[in-house]
């Protein structure tokens, strides 16, 4: 089990993007909101290393927003 713990793995979870200026990028401050153009019924992807290996569907419960996955993707 040992070697697994050594194990280190970069998850990435992309659930929309949106496009702005750079000056207005170094405009925002802590707590900003970036408007994303994704809603509750698009689909989220999952990177692990840099790599796209699943799909989830994201899930809004009050004020947390979390993502089930629904499809690993196989290369």
């Known amino acids: 089990m040992s070697a697994v713990e050594d194990v280190s793995i970069e998850l990435s979870v992309v659930i ?4 702005m200026p750079i000056h207005q990028l170094l405009k ?5 909101v970036i408007e ?14 840099n ?8 899930v809004v419960t ?3 927003v979390s ?3 629904s499809e690993t993707l196989q290369k």
């Open 51 to 58: 790599k796209l290996f699943a799909r989830g569907e994201i």
């Open 16 to 19: 929309g993007s949106t496009a």
């Open 62 to 64: 009050g004020e947390t």
């Open 36 to 49: 994303l153009n994704a809603t509750a019924d698009d689909h989220a992807w999952i990177y692990s290393n």
């Open 67 to 69: 993502v089930q996955i």
């Open 28 to 32: 925002m401050g802590r707590g900003a």
